[in-house]
């Protein structure tokens, strides 16, 4: 018979305790992996940053600028330290929701983009998260100095409860040097048929494009229905997207997407919108200022040979620009230290030569006028064939259209892609006939939906 | 002693419950109140938790008539229709073949097929929102050279193309991930079965019919099941590659994308709570259908 081996303490500890626990080894292992790792948290806790203001913004071009700021409002303030967080797109939008929901991790201060902005805005009005900026710009001054038609997509019920980050005036960019091959002169372009005329006879289905518009939806129809006059809602609130100016925008749209005379491909973004412009593909498109800044990073090859010019208009002597995108800043009602925030907001907003070296980094033109007379929005652009292009689109600006909103806009706008997108279907399977009759419909249905979602609504 | 005894036989009363307490906790706090909290709610329409106004069966009696839900309860039937009767044959043709003893490199095809389950959804979704590109694409690129398929066919914004391409990237997903099941089951089947039914002459189809089959019938039941479930569930893949608006015309609109744009976009949690608790009803009325056609419940089974 064997001698049964000898065994060390340490191994006779161990396993002691592993046969003496209950349910074997694996259970053990477990155990002990959750108290190291549980007891390995409790010791580093991730404490929450100490700031007096917590900014969140969704754009990262944004975070870096407010971040180079940030210093200055601090040596300002002392004692008052500022959290810039960058918060991605979509999340920023239900962070926030759920933040005002559940009153936790509010932040003091947050941008909000403003497709997403008029749905903050459901509910009682007194119970809104943000707090209403109207007597101070009015206070201070600024209600004067900024242009006033960018306080529409972020007011409610009369009230402000967005400060404007931009304007958003939208140019049209092209490729200089296909359009002098095609023969194009942009100063003939003044009108949208004779841009239209010239787009049929330069368009290559498969292989040449004179813009880029998209059929299914209705983002690229917005410019368009806002140069117009036209609009989702008006003032007071009301659905105005199944109006005169609607109907007329969407007939005169879709002969440009689809069915024969089409001379748009939507061909896609990033990547693809790059290789399309760098390829001739697509030669020109809607700019907006935040769009000229993604034409230089992303279609960089193409530095020299773009340039801007004021979109056509509707009709001789009419508006020659529209707008599409923006951001406002919010003041949340849980904000600790309200009158800090408003000085934020000053110093990050309305601090003219602070807007004018930011509009050298970003293209964005800010919606305080006091601004523009700054010498950065006269520089030349080498992207843009020299162009200043500050001073093109400051020039455009005061005649940008208001863009009204509502909690149901999110709807209305995806409501008008459904009308968008089934136009552009029948327009392609029977021309002209009926197409009308068709459109005013396909309206009708669209906004009596909203309008139903609105009764429903009882706040 | 009496006193001891007293404590020893309360403690082996008690112990049951001590034992289910953690899980009744958490059941109770995590799965119980919400749902309780939802079918309260969905009497109510909603602005966020707080603001709310009573509206009985409005929310229900609504539903029936919102043309967005009706179009998302379509696309979402449409592509459970497509799970059960596309993914599914596909997933048991390919468990079928990769069962074969003689086929060489099988387990590496096995485990080719059942890679892209590995690979998260989020991922999968960027990389097809790619592959679906108008002009350079590569599908497009494929079927243009190979097919003469124009190259600006849009994929995912003409309404047409988007259920087929929502229902080619899940096959491409869950093929592969519902084969394992039926290579399990396959691998189940009594040998001696096979011998018996080819001793009485039965030819490979009649094998499959009245061998195979009934020897894969529980998982077969379990798979469907699972996967129709699944797909009533549709969310992530549209809402990645569409977008939150459900596409062109909302023609990649499911229920739950619907539920999550009432809730979480428009904060009318009560009509939300209206969607969830509709579709809840839906899958298991769906699923109790399928279970009595495919005689799940028979004695023996």
Same mark, same amino acid.
């Given at each position: 018979?064997? &001698?049964?081996?000898?065994?060390?303490?340490?191994?006779?500890?161990?396993?002691? %305790? %592993? &046969?003496?626990?209950?349910?074997?080894?694996?259970?053990?292992?477990?155990?002990?992996?959750?108290?190291?790792?549980?007891?390995?948290?409790?010791? *580093?806790?991730?404490?929450?940053?100490?700031?007096?203001?917590?900014?969140?913004?969704?754009?990262?071009?944004?975070?870096?600028?407010?971040?180079?700021?940030?210093?200055?409002?601090?040596?300002?303030?002392?004692?008052?330290?500022?959290?810039?967080?960058?918060?991605?797109? %979509?999340?920023?939008?239900?962070?926030?929701?759920?933040?005002?929901?559940?009153?936790?991790?509010?932040?003091?201060?947050?941008?909000?983009?403003?497709?997403?902005?008029?749905?903050?805005?459901?509910?009682?009005?007194?119970?809104?998260?943000?707090?209403?900026?109207?007597?101070?710009?009015?206070?201070?001054?600024?209600?004067?100095?900024?242009?006033?038609?960018?306080?529409?997509?972020?007011?409610?019920?009369?009230?402000?409860?967005?400060?404007?980050?931009?304007? *958003?005036?939208?140019?049209?960019?092209?490729?200089?040097?296909?359009?002098?091959?095609?023969?194009?002169?942009?100063?003939?372009?003044?009108?949208?048929?004779?841009?239209?005329?010239?787009?049929?006879?330069?368009?290559?289905?498969?292989?040449?494009?004179?813009?880029?518009?998209?059929?299914?939806?209705?983002?690229?129809?917005?410019?368009?229905?806002?140069?117009?006059?036209?609009?989702?809602?008006?003032?007071?609130?009301?659905?105005?997207?199944?109006?005169? %100016?609607?109907?007329?925008?969407?007939?005169?749209?879709?002969?440009?997407?689809?069915?024969?005379?089409?001379?748009?491909?939507?061909?896609?973004?990033?990547?693809?919108?790059?290789?399309?412009? &760098?390829?001739?593909?697509?030669?020109?498109?809607?700019?907006?200022?935040?769009?000229?800044?993604?034409?230089?990073?992303?279609?960089?090859?193409?530095?020299?040979?773009?340039?801007?010019?004021?979109?056509?208009?509707?009709?001789?002597?009419?508006?020659?620009?529209?707008?599409?995108?923006?951001?406002?800043?919010?003041?949340?009602?849980?904000?600790?230290?309200?009158?800090?925030?408003?000085?934020?907001?000053?110093?990050?907003?309305?601090?003219?030569?602070?807007?004018?070296?930011?509009?050298?980094?970003?293209?964005?033109?800010?919606?305080?006028?006091?601004?523009?007379?700054?010498?950065?929005?006269?520089?030349?652009?080498?992207?843009?064939?020299?162009?200043?292009?500050?001073?093109?689109?400051?020039?455009?600006?005061?005649?940008?259209?208001?863009?009204?909103?509502?909690?149901?806009?999110?709807?209305?706008?995806?409501?008008?892609? &459904?009308?968008?997108?089934?136009?552009?279907?029948?327009?392609?399977?029977?021309?002209?006939?009926?197409?009308?009759?068709?459109?005013?419909?396909?309206?009708?249905?669209?906004?009596?939906?909203?309008?139903?979602?609105?009764?429903?609504?009882?706040? | 002693?009496?006193?001891?005894?007293?404590? @020893?036989?309360?403690?082996?009363?008690?112990?049951? $419950?001590?034992?289910?307490?953690?899980?009744?906790?958490?059941?109770?706090?995590?799965?119980?109140?919400?749902?309780?909290?939802?079918?309260?709610?969905? @009497?109510?329409?909603?602005?966020?938790?707080?603001?709310?106004?009573?509206?009985?069966?409005?929310?229900?009696?609504?539903?029936?008539?919102? !043309?967005?839900?009706?179009? !998302?309860?379509?696309?979402?039937?449409?592509?459970?229709? =497509?799970?059960?009767?596309?993914?599914?044959?596909?997933?048991?043709?390919? /468990?079928?073949?990769?069962?074969?003893?003689?086929?060489?490199?099988?387990?590496?095809?096995?485990?080719?097929?059942?890679?892209?389950?590995?690979?998260?959804?989020?991922?999968?979704?960027?990389?097809?929102?790619?592959? =679906?590109?108008?002009?350079?694409?590569?599908?497009?690129?494929?079927?243009?050279?190979?097919?003469?398929?124009?190259?600006?066919?849009?994929?995912?914004?003409?309404?047409?193309?988007?259920?087929?391409?929502?229902?080619?990237?899940?096959?491409?997903? $869950?093929?592969?991930?519902?084969? #394992? $099941?039926?290579? /399990?089951?396959?691998?189940?089947?009594?040998?001696?079965?096979?011998?018996?039914?080819?001793?009485?002459? !039965?030819?490979?189809?009649?094998?499959?019919?009245?061998?195979?089959?009934?020897?894969?019938?529980?998982? !077969?039941?379990?798979?469907?099941?699972?996967?129709?479930?699944?797909? @009533?569930?549709? =969310?992530?893949?549209?809402?990645?590659?569409?977008?939150?608006?459900?596409?062109?015309?909302?023609?990649?609109?499911?229920?739950?994308? $619907?539920?999550?744009?009432?809730?979480?976009?428009?904060?009318?949690?009560?009509?939300?709570?209206?969607?969830?608790?509709?579709?809840?009803?839906?899958?298991?009325?769906?699923?109790? #259908?399928?279970?009595?056609?495919?005689?799940?419940?028979?004695?023996?089974?």
């Amino acid at each position: 018979m064997a &001698e049964p081996r000898p065994r060390s303490w340490p191994r006779d500890a161990w396993c002691a %305790v %592993v &046969e003496g626990f209950p349910f074997g080894l694996a259970p053990f292992i477990i155990l002990v992996l959750a108290v190291v790792s549980g007891g390995w948290l409790l010791l *580093h806790p991730i404490r929450p940053k100490k700031t007096t203001l917590r900014l969140w913004t969704f754009a990262d071009i944004h975070a870096r600028a407010y971040q180079k700021a940030v210093p200055a409002f601090e040596a300002k303030h002392p004692g008052t330290t500022v959290d810039v967080q960058l918060v991605h797109g %979509v999340a920023v939008t239900s962070r926030l929701r759920a933040a005002f929901w559940a009153d936790l991790d509010v932040p003091d201060l947050v941008e909000v983009e403003i497709s997403s902005a008029g749905t903050f805005f459901r509910g009682r009005i007194d119970d809104l998260g943000f707090i209403d900026w109207t007597p101070w710009l009015k206070q201070s001054g600024f209600y004067d100095r900024i242009v006033h038609s960018r306080f529409a997509p972020y007011t409610c019920k009369g009230r402000i409860f967005g400060l404007p980050h931009d304007v *958003h005036p939208v140019m049209l960019a092209y490729n200089r040097e296909a359009f002098r091959e095609l023969g194009i002169d942009p100063a003939k372009l003044d009108t949208w048929d004779a841009f239209a005329r010239a787009g049929r006879r330069v368009t290559v289905p498969g292989s040449r494009y004179m813009i880029q518009l998209s059929d299914s939806n209705a983002s690229n129809l917005d410019p368009f229905l806002f140069q117009r006059g036209g609009g989702y809602f008006d003032a007071d609130g009301n659905l105005t997207m199944d109006d005169a %100016v609607a109907l007329a925008t969407v007939k005169w749209y879709i002969p440009l997407v689809a069915g024969p005379g089409r001379i748009d491909n939507d061909i896609g973004g990033r990547d693809v919108f790059t290789r399309a412009v &760098e390829s001739g593909i697509i030669l020109s498109f809607i700019c907006p200022d935040w769009r000229s800044k993604g034409a230089e990073t992303h279609v960089g090859s193409m530095s020299g040979k773009m340039a801007l010019m004021p979109l056509p208009a509707f009709a001789k002597g009419g508006r020659r620009t529209s707008t599409w995108g923006g951001t406002m800043l919010g003041i949340t009602k849980k904000c600790r230290n309200k009158k800090l925030a408003f000085e934020l907001a000053r110093h990050l907003y309305l601090n003219a030569d602070d807007l004018a070296g930011r509009f050298k980094e970003l293209n964005i033109l800010p919606p305080l006028r006091d601004a523009w007379r700054l010498p950065e929005f006269d520089e030349p652009r080498a992207y843009w064939s020299g162009q200043a292009i500050g001073r093109l689109y400051a020039d455009l600006a005061e005649q940008v259209p208001p863009q009204y909103t509502s909690p149901f806009i999110r709807l209305a706008k995806a409501k008008m892609g &459904e009308v968008v997108s089934s136009s552009a279907a029948y327009y392609r399977a029977n021309g002209e006939a009926g197409f009308d009759v068709f459109v005013r419909d396909r309206l009708k249905v669209a906004a009596d939906y909203v309008r139903t979602q609105m009764k429903r609504n009882p706040f | 002693m009496p006193r001891r005894q007293a404590i @020893f036989r309360w403690q082996h009363k008690c112990a049951p $419950y001590l034992f289910v307490a953690p899980f009744v906790v958490v059941f109770c706090t995590f799965g119980l109140y919400p749902l309780v909290k939802s079918l309260v709610l969905s @009497f109510y329409t909603t602005s966020g938790p707080r603001s709310r106004v009573f509206v009985g069966l409005g929310n229900f009696v609504f539903l029936l008539s919102d !043309a967005d839900f009706v179009k !998302a309860v379509w696309n979402t039937a449409v592509f459970a229709f =497509f799970s059960v009767f596309l993914q599914l044959p596909l997933s048991l043709g390919l /468990a079928l073949l990769l069962n074969r003893k003689r086929l060489r490199g099988r387990n590496f095809f096995r485990l080719m097929f059942f890679s892209p389950r590995l690979v998260g959804m989020v991922f999968v979704a960027v990389l097809f929102v790619v592959i =679906f590109q108008p002009q350079f694409g590569l599908l497009n690129r494929v079927l243009h050279a190979m097919i003469g398929l124009d190259l600006d066919t849009k994929w995912l914004a003409n309404r047409a193309l988007v259920m087929p391409a929502l229902v080619l990237t899940s096959l491409w997903m $869950y093929v592969g991930f519902n084969m #394992i $099941y039926f290579l /399990a089951a396959l691998q189940a089947v009594d040998r001696n079965l096979y011998d018996a039914a080819r001793v009485d002459g !039965a030819n490979a189809w009649q094998q499959f019919l009245h061998v195979t089959l009934p020897g894969i019938k529980p998982v !077969a039941i379990f798979v469907v099941v699972l996967s129709t479930i699944g797909s @009533f569930q549709l =969310f992530e893949l549209p809402y990645l590659m569409l977008g939150n608006g459900g596409g062109p015309e909302n023609a990649g609109l499911t229920i739950v994308m $619907y539920l999550y744009q009432n809730g979480f976009e428009t904060g009318d949690l009560g009509y939300a709570s209206a969607i969830g608790w509709t579709l809840a009803l839906g899958v298991l009325v769906v699923s109790l #259908i399928q279970m009595k056609i495919t005689g799940a419940w028979k004695r023996g089974d």
